[in-house]
């Protein structure tokens, strides 16, 4: 295998005593291999050549050399298939496309979305005004992505991403101007000297060393948040913590412009996350930014998504950086005494008034840590938390901790004068340790609720099959053809655009095949098991669009061309209505009896404060901004509510109510209850009364009759069920599932009463 640089073929040295540069070396003489690299590679029998960014080859130079080279075969690859230039052209010898729609569309990139001001005029302000509008909205989206990456990686276990923001400049004298606004002081107060790096071809010397080094290294550089650039990031600079891209003056290449853009695509955890803002690319262009949609996009897809920045309430990212707290649940604080912080700095525990802070030594505080590492170990044995107090299992956990304290244990300091050190945790006595181990079960078993962890198996094999149908429906069908203009309008000035939609690389033989090719992108279909039922159904909406097009094959071929991913969408929904699925029955079978809480994250708007849960809300809307405090019964000291009607009432609720013994709001991943394929269902609460414990979902009332609130309560319901399977085994309490409408939530109710009117039980039909 040889890999080189187009360029390094390109260069001829023809001049005798030449200077040895390493671009002219592929074609001067080898010694050793008796002609030059170039020769012995274009005389190979079986030189097979691979282009990476093929469209850099196209220029005259390249193609020459490549076809020099005598290739038996040439695999172009690129994101961007067509020339460079002032009038580029479409390849026309692609055998795969995979364009942006598609890649949006499962998932594989990140949304992109134009930011911009809500009601803003940009003709309004001067041109100067207007680029630091735009840096200053690019540096408050970038803050607020930043809080929430950090949100996100705490609460699933993630690594920590760090954003950077990518601003486009027109030439190096506007880098550098650009530069010296955002390092001075009164750009948001000097925060960001020394954390830009400007890259273009003007740099020379270590200062071009240096920002091509932090450019390299900017996934993992603390240091660097802003790059600002001209001309030196196209090809082979790949990067997945691109957020922010804020592009000041248009772009003369539309090949440079789609390269720019895609450096913020990738995805950093290697899938959509579901979380808007980690899935999301943000393009600050408060003006002309209909220029950038065009450039980036396929003619088969469009950004729509607009996100709006600034103190408005509707704003969807705030003009000031939210702040993040993180807390351990109540049992943390208590056995290790380490206290929730925000920002960096540490809180005092509100733990409901009755509860004082705990004074923890060192010492203790570290074997308490090591218990709860020893009692997450230990919970896979046991049916759950009250199996904590058996001896034989107590006995087991001090040897853990113990010899989790000697691995933990650094080498003995054997400085002069540090004979006297404070022990190390592995010299901690038997006694301490049993002490503490005793304290932390004890106290788990008192503020932990037993939720088990349950996986759902099939008994046997399930398989599936579609089964024959008719279409219903047909008369709605009624797409009309999309005029050229439309579809060129999203690639400006490219006069052969629409040969990316109607040329021979993407025509069909027959015209079923364009909404065949789109079914079989579902997971759930067998092309070669259904194959004679996708064409029996495409043909069905075949005929239906040429009866309603008059027969014209023109008008036919452009709709299903353009429609064609709503076409394969309306039979795909049909067949999931006739599917035939191996009757089976399903088994729950209990992989841990109870699980450690894990540490929480929540994040506040600017200015927001840890408020009492009971404190009056002036303004409904807010609220999913705030975070809470001033629990009794909670397992964690705060927690956020998205309702006020419905989730942060019912607190209150269980707070007041005396047969409630503690809840929580469940932390992301604590449950497995899968109500779809591969989507999982999250209760809004767990509670644990007296004589019961209790899935509950407070819901909006108009929107207890929903297709998916009622799936997620069979789902849970059927949870329930293997839960108190487990539960009847080994003494436990019964599981009930709740589905609340908001409007019964009201002080001065009672869990017993909602019980007895909204426990879910399954309809029958």
Same mark, same amino acid.
């Given at each position: ?40 590679? +274009? ?5 097979? !050549? *691979?282009?990476? /960014? ?7 130079? %390249? @193609?020459? +050399? ?5 290739? !038996? *075969?040439?695999? /172009? ?7 460079? %230039? @002032? ?7 692609? !055998? ?263 004074t923890i030594t060192a010492e203790k505080s570290r074997l308490a840590e090591l218990t709860l590492r020893a009692v997450q170990q230990e919970a896979s044995r046991l049916p759950g938390s009250k199996a904590l107090s058996d001896e034989a299992v107590q006995q087991r956990l001090v040897a853990t901790v113990k010899r989790l304290a000697e691995e933990a244990a650094p080498p003995q300091a054997s400085l002069p004068g540090m004979e006297a050190a404070t022990p190390t945790l592995s010299a901690s006595p038997d006694a301490l340790v049993a002490e503490v181990v005793r304290h932390v079960t004890e106290r788990l078993i008192e503020l932990t609720i037993d939720v088990p962890q349950i996986t759902i198996l099939p008994t046997r094999e399930v398989n599936y099959r579609f089964q024959e149908f008719a279409l219903a429906g047909l008369e709605k069908i009624n797409f009309q053809p999309v005029s050229q203009e439309l579809l060129l309008q999203h690639l400006e000035d490219n006069k052969q655009a629409r040969i990316q939609w109607e040329g021979s690389d993407n025509q069909e033989a027959r015209p079923e095949d364009y909404i065949v090719r789109q079914l079989i992108d579902q997971d759930a279909i067998d092309y070669d098991e259904h194959a004679d039922l996708l064409y029996a159904l495409a043909g069905q909406l075949v005929a239906r669009l040429r009866e309603h097009l008059g027969g014209d094959e023109a008008k036919l071929e452009n709709v299903l ?205």
């Amino acid at each position: 295998m040889n890999i080189f640089n187009i360029s390094k073929i390109n260069a001829r040295d023809n001049k005798k005593g030449a200077a040895k540069s390493s671009v002219a070396r592929v074609r001067r003489y080898q010694e050793y291999l008796g002609e030059s690299y170039f020769d012995y590679l +274009a005389g190979l029998p079986d030189l097979v !050549v *691979l282009m990476d /960014e093929a469209h850099r080859y196209y220029a005259s130079a %390249g @193609a020459k +050399a490549i076809n020099d080279l005598q290739p !038996v *075969l040439g695999i /172009e690859l690129t994101a961007t298939p067509k020339t460079v %230039g @002032a009038n580029p052209r479409q390849f026309a010898n692609i !055998v795969y496309h995979y364009p942006l729609s598609r890649a949006l569309q499962d998932g594989y990139v990140k949304i992109p979305a134009v930011a911009t001001r809500k009601d803003f005029r940009a003709d309004s302000v001067s041109a100067e005004r207007l680029e630091e509008i735009k840096l200053e909205d690019g540096i408050h989206h970038h803050e607020f992505v930043k809080v929430e990456l950090e949100n996100y990686a705490r609460s699933f276990n993630q690594p920590v991403v760090k954003p950077f923001m990518l601003v486009v400049a027109q030439d190096t004298a506007h880098a550098s101007a650009l530069k010296a606004v955002i390092e001075s002081d009164g750009f948001f107060q000097g925060h960001y000297k020394g954390r830009v790096i400007e890259v273009h071809s003007n740099l020379s010397g270590d200062e071009s060393d240096e920002a091509m080094q932090r450019l390299l290294a900017v996934e993992h550089d603390e240091k660097t948040e802003v790059v600002i650039h001209v001309n030196k990031l196209k090809e082979g600079w790949d990067v997945t913590n691109l957020y922010t891209i804020v592009p000041l003056r248009a772009s003369a290449s539309e090949i440079l412009t789609e390269q720019t853009i895609g450096r913020g695509l990738r995805l950093p955890f290697g899938k959509r996350t579901g979380v808007e803002a980690v899935d999301r690319l943000c393009i600050i262009a408060h003006d002309r930014f209909q220029d950038i949609v065009d450039r980036a996009n396929d003619p088969e897809s469009i950004i729509k998504k607009t996100v709006y920045i600034g103190a408005t309430e509707d704003a969807n990212v705030p003009d000031k950086q939210p702040h993040l707290l993180n807390t351990g649940s109540v049992l943390d604080i208590l056995c290790t005494g380490r206290q929730p912080e925000q920002d960096g700095k540490t809180l005092a525990a509100d733990l409901g008034g009755d509860t004082p802070a705990p004074t923890i030594t060192a010492e203790k505080s570290r074997l308490a840590e090591l218990t709860l590492r020893a009692v997450q170990q230990e919970a896979s044995r046991l049916p759950g938390s009250k199996a904590l107090s058996d001896e034989a299992v107590q006995q087991r956990l001090v040897a853990t901790v113990k010899r989790l304290a000697e691995e933990a244990a650094p080498p003995q300091a054997s400085l002069p004068g540090m004979e006297a050190a404070t022990p190390t945790l592995s010299a901690s006595p038997d006694a301490l340790v049993a002490e503490v181990v005793r304290h932390v079960t004890e106290r788990l078993i008192e503020l932990t609720i037993d939720v088990p962890q349950i996986t759902i198996l099939p008994t046997r094999e399930v398989n599936y099959r579609f089964q024959e149908f008719a279409l219903a429906g047909l008369e709605k069908i009624n797409f009309q053809p999309v005029s050229q203009e439309l579809l060129l309008q999203h690639l400006e000035d490219n006069k052969q655009a629409r040969i990316q939609w109607e040329g021979s690389d993407n025509q069909e033989a027959r015209p079923e095949d364009y909404i065949v090719r789109q079914l079989i992108d579902q997971d759930a279909i067998d092309y070669d098991e259904h194959a004679d039922l996708l064409y029996a159904l495409a043909g069905q909406l075949v005929a239906r669009l040429r009866e309603h097009l008059g027969g014209d094959e023109a008008k036919l071929e452009n709709v299903l061309i353009y429609w064609q991913r709503q076409l394969a969408d309306f039979i795909w929904t049909q067949m999931q209505q006739h599917v035939w699925i191996t009757p089976t029955d399903y088994v729950g079978k209990v992989t841990q009896g109870f699980d450690v809480l894990k540490p929480a994250s929540f994040t506040l708007a600017a200015g927001e404060h840890p408020r009492d849960f009971r404190a009056p809300i002036a303004d409904k809307r807010l609220v999913r901004q705030m975070v809470f405090k001033g629990f009794k019964k909670c397992c964690y000291p705060y927690q956020k509510f998205q309702s006020v009607d419905g989730e942060w009432r019912f607190a209150q609720l269980l707070e007041d109510d005396p047969d409630v013994i503690k809840w929580m709001k469940p932390a992301p991943g604590q449950f497995r209850i899968e109500y779809r394929n591969g989507h999982n269902y999250e209760p809004d609460f767990v509670v644990e009364t007296a004589n019961a414990c209790l899935l509950v979902e407070p819901k909006r009332a108009d929107q207890m009759d929903q297709d998916e609130v009622q799936t997620k309560a069979r789902a849970a319901l059927r949870w329930c069920g293997h839960a108190n399977a487990h539960a009847a085994a080994h003494g436990g309490k019964r599981w009930h599932y709740l589905l609340v409408p908001d409007t019964a939530i009201q002080l001065g109710r009672s869990m017993r009463a909602l019980c007895t009117e909204f426990t879910f039980t399954e309809k029958l039909s």
